[in-house]
């Protein structure tokens, strides 16, 4: 249970795969137009990361090493590929809304990089843990970086009206060009909590060796 | 489709729709390689033929394979298989009879499987149902437009590394925000529609 725990912590915050691995560019940038997207996008992209790490994994003493990056494709697409069915058939306005980002599932590196570091290596177990916990990383930063584009963009969150009819709305952060604005702020907001952090640790570690002197 | 009509595609795809600035298709590799401008063409080239090659084998494969099967569901699972074929064939074929092109784009060569410009172009080019000749444009043109982009943030990256933004925001946000203000110059094309 610890263990769990701790490998969720790492997936959303300490080794976030989008904001501290700056893996899967492209649907961060895409999808965040609106936190409803957003929210669809990474936990398609969950589900279809914790399957393909527990069938990596169940397959891993099977799968050829030279050939593993074809085998690691034809499982996740075939999991993509099903996501992208059960979405057409239950969430019909999502589907169309996502539109062709669905099927790039398959070439989001996140995944692919999951199965070469961690799937390929680790129980089934595990494996599919850290799925969630990479998937529910992934969907924290579409979260928060589609949060801002909303709010700033169109003024709304979650398609309720936040500051009423008076505001015009920065429509340059729905666009293309707000994508990468938002991103670089969100990830430079997480390199200066980390500078911060690291700060603060060495410091500690500093204080820890004077006492430890001043016993000696 | 007219003579005309595949100009405007190209145009189209190149400039108005393109891959990375309006579309984010093959940001990956966009942010990744782009650190110096011969790098980013080599990238860019490599791109390019892929995509042209990958255009072709993608409409053979769904209509002559997956529409008569009644498999057109399976699309995502065949395209990416072809690509991956694909690269690994032309990989071999360079080494063995093109060293020189084999040894400039060689190393950049794997990394285009999981590049998702190559996959949308294939996937987009099915779903507006363009013909044999429009979808191998189509992929050409994306592919261009996605060369103009890298090498030309490559060229605005090489002028980075001279600057000194705040230390929060050196290496990666700042070649994002980079990216967005020349997204912004990119957004100028967006009014044109043909």
Redesign the interface.
Known sequence: MKGFLRQLKEGILDHNPTLVQ?????PT??TTTSVKNAIGMGLAATVVLIFSNLFISLLRKFIPKEAR??GF??II??F??MV??LMKAFFYSLYQSLG?FI??I????II?ARAEAYASKNKPLPSAVDGLAMGLGFTFALLLVSTVREIVGNGTFLGVSIFGKGYAPAL?FV???????T???V???V??VR?VREERARAQARANEETKEATV | MSFSDILLLMFTAILVENFIFAKFYGCCPFLGVSDKPDTALGMGMAVTFVMTLSGAATYLVYHLLLVPFHLEYLKTVAFILVIAALVQFIEMFLKRFVPALYASLGIYLPLITTNCAVLSAALLAVQNDLNFIGSVAFGFSSALGFTLAIVVFAGVRARLQFAEPPRAFRGFPITLIAAGLLAMAFAGFSGVRL
């Not at chain 1, 700056?22 to 492209?26: I, S, T, V």
């Not at chain 1, 666009?175 to 604005?181: I, N, Q, R, S, V």
Request: aromatic share 4%; with cysteine.
């Open positions: 700056l893996l899967g560019m492209c940038l895409a990056i074809a494709i034809v697409s075939g993509v590929t992208e069915l062709i099927p790039l398959v070439v989001n590196c692919l340059l666009m293309p060009a707000g994508a990468f604005l991103l670089g702020f990830i430079a907001g390199q200066k500078a």
